[in-house]
T-cell receptor, first 116, second 117 residues
Framework: GAGVSQSPSNKVTEKGKDVELRCDPISGHTALYWYRQSLGQGLEFLIYFQGNSAPDKSGLPSDRFSAERTGGSVSTLTIQRTQQEDSAVYLC??????????????FGDGTRLSIL | AQKITQTQPGMFVQEKEAVTLDCTYDTSDPSYGLFWYKQPSSGEMIFLIYQGSYDQQNATEGRYSLNFQKARKSANLVISASQLGDSAMYFCAMREGTNSGYSTLTFGKGTMLLVSP
């Protein structure tokens, strides 16, 4: 498809397990972003990729969270030893470039993560 | 201080009426961009409209227009002729220009709009 693709759309797992969330950005978009949205809240920035490098990881809430991007395309967000407070919708977005103020970010449908 | 403030947690409007969703922002950067996104109950974030800090005219996209008042640091979204399908959460967001050439979007907490028949 032409849009940002995220998988899985839903993930239910037990506390303490590791999870991997995947994002496939729009073809040709060099910038990729991960956000977290808790129930009824706005979006919380997690990490930004330009190409394969992550110049801004300031939003990652703890060292249990990590992300990588390979080939300038697909990105994986990994949460280790999940906790119940990690339950949220994880949204991925991409834009043509990261450095221009007028570039809109285009979002995927998100992964709804539920930690039991 | 919050960079993006949306003071209306919820708004109600009747179909075919116009509605204004408020957004104020805080930045000392002369170069910035303002965005509005719509998030229906299905969860996807849909880009609606963009306004640049140096744009001389208010942005318009179909039924959406942005009432940009730079001195007051406000960027209100106006939806004309509301439709039932406009019922959704609406987020205002800002990207600041930086010397590093990068900044991310900062989002407000959103306004829930409900359109009634």
């Amino acid at each position: 498809g032409a849009g940002v693709s995220q998988s899985p759309s839903n993930k239910v797992t037990e506390k303490g397990k590791d999870v991997e969330l995947r994002c496939d950005p729009i073809s040709g978009h060099t910038a990729l972003y991960w956000y977290r949205q808790s129930l009824g809240q706005g979006l919380e920035f997690l990490i930004y990729f330009q190409g394969n490098s992550a110049p801004d990881k300031s939003g990652l809430p703890s060292d249990r969270f990590s992300a990588e991007r390979t080939g300038g395309s697909v990105s994986t967000l990994t949460i280790q030893r999940t906790q119940q407070e990690d339950s949220a919708v994880y949204l991925c977005a991409s834009s043509l470039v990261g450095g221009l103020t007028n570039q809109p970010q285009h979002f995927g449908d998100g992964t709804r993560l539920s930690i039991l | 201080a919050q960079k993006i403030t949306q003071t209306q947690p919820g708004m109600f409007v009747q179909e075919k009426e116009a509605v204004t969703l408020d957004c104020t922002y805080d930045t000392s950067d002369p170069s910035y961009g303002l965005f509005w996104y719509k998030q229906p109950s299905s969860g996807e974030m849909i880009f609606l409209i963009y306004q640049g800090s140096y744009d001389q005219q208010n942005a318009t996209e179909g039924r959406y227009s942005l009432n940009f008042q730079k001195a007051r640091k406000s960027a209100n979204l106006v939806i004309s002729a509301s439709q039932l399908g406009d019922s959704a959460m609406y987020f205002c967001a800002m990207r600041e220009g930086t010397n590093s050439g990068y900044s991310t979007l900062t989002f407000g907490k959103g306004t829930m709009l409900l359109v009634s028949p």
